[in-house]
């Protein structure tokens, strides 16, 4: 049973544009998000990561939105550029006051910013 | 510069031999994690470790064997049990494993290949 899920599997958005990438998650304990970016053959790079505590995290051109009620969090990238095209990846973890801390990765969205 | 170190990039195993992928960190961390990556999936963990000469499974540690006998290294081994081997590795480290809020930084992957 998936624990963190990204429904899209691809998207393709025009650059300029507003990429929204979206990932649910099922378990309630979750209380850190973080968002992935992976080129081809490469390892992930950190993007962007919000705490349960927040609904909203921006950095550049990156904004993470935190839906605790609906255990939602979305990804904006404004504008898209070419650049940014690769699979992202949501992940999230809980932390049991020192038992866990393990990170639950989603399958990951592919991005294709086109010019 | 700080960072991760995998290696080989790229390796190729006949069938029912056992080989080791290297990942050396010098970022300080505590934490060290190896990943597998396959197509159409999110990242899974095999094994993690917390400190030296400690390391737990993870999600699919069977088939794996680790050691951690210094705190920048971290070697996984691919067994001959282990029955789909081919796949992308990743290694990472974090600060701390039992930290919330913590980001785990990864290598740049390691492709196994059995023929």
């Known amino acids: 049973d998936q624990q963190v899920k990204q429904n899209s599997p691809s998207l393709s958005v025009q650059e300029g544009r507003i990429s929204i990438l979206n990932c649910d998650y099922t378990?309630?304990?979750?209380?850190?998000f973080l968002w992935y970016k992976k080129y081809p053959a490469e390892g992930p790079t950190f993007l962007i990561s919000?705490?349960?505590?927040?609904d909203k995290n921006e950095d550049g051109r990156f904004t993470v939105f935190l839906n605790k009620s609906a255990k939602h969090l979305s990804l904006h990238i404004v504008p898209s550029q070419p650049g940014d095209s690769a699979v992202y990846f949501c992940?999230?973890?809980?932390?049991?006051?020192?038992?866990?801390?393990?990170?639950?990765f989603g399958k990951g969205t592919k991005l294709s910013v086109k010019p | 510069d700080g960072g991760i170190t995998q290696s080989p990039k790229y390796l190729f195993r006949k069938e029912g031999q056992n080989v080791t992928l290297s990942c050396e960190q010098n970022?300080?961390?505590?934490?060290m994690y190896w990943y597998r990556q396959d197509p159409g999936q999110g990242l899974r963990l095999i094994y993690y470790?917390?400190?030296?000469?400690?390391?737990q499974k993870g999600d699919i540690a069977e088939g794996y064997s680790v050691s951690r006998e210094k705190k920048e290294s971290f070697p996984l081994t691919v067994t001959s049990a282990q029955k789909n081997p081919t796949a992308f590795y990743l290694c990472?480290?974090?600060?701390?494993?039992?930290?919330?809020?913590?980001?785990?930084?990864f290598g740049e992957g390691s492709w196994l290949t059995v023929v």
């Open positions: 470790s917390q400190i030296v000469n400690d390391f």
């Open positions: 992940a999230a973890s809980q932390n049991y006051g020192g038992s866990q801390g393990n990170l639950i």
């Open positions: 990472a480290s974090s600060i701390a494993r039992d930290t919330s809020g913590n980001t785990i930084y």
């Open positions: 970022l300080n961390h505590d934490a």
């Open positions: 919000i705490s349960s505590i927040k």
């Open positions: 378990n309630s304990m979750f209380d850190y």
